[in-house]
Nanobody, 126 residues
């Protein structure tokens, strides 16, 4: 069993930047493909970004969100970070990180991930 612990989130204003963190206590985060998803009220969970095991900067993104999000991993801190720039009210959602223990190349579907964090709420005010 892999535990994912998330931090960050909260209330930000339109145009602000935000960083979310995801760590895997007791397990090396670099051995998993880590994905970030979000779920807005009344909507399905959607893929945001992911980073696989190939390298620190090997990120992949939802096409519609590319350019406003970055993802990177700090192996020394055992943490994967998701950064959002130029926040918009439509970014308001619960953000989840997830781990694919098979180390998949670019999994973009929730079913491809084996373990999930509890989620953190991001609210973007207009």
């Amino acid at each position: 069993q892999v535990q994912l612990v998330q931090s960050g989130g909260g209330l930000v204003r339109t145009g602000d930047s935000l960083r979310l963190s995801c760590t895997t206590p007791g397990r090396a985060v670099g051995t998993y493909t880590i994905g970030w998803f979000r779920q807005a009220p009344g909507k399905e969970r959607e893929f945001v970004a992911g980073i696989n095991t190939r390298g620190r900067l090997a990120g992949f993104f939802a096409d519609s969100l590319y350019g406003r999000f970055t993802i990177f991993r700090r192996n020394d801190l055992n943490t994967v970070y998701l950064e959002m720039f130029s926040a918009k009210p439509e970014d308001t959602a619960v953000y989840y990180c997830a781990a694919d223990e098979s180390g998949g190349s670019e999994p973009r579907n929730a079913v491809d991930y084996d373990y999930w964090g509890k989620g953190t709420l991001v609210t973007v005010s207009s």
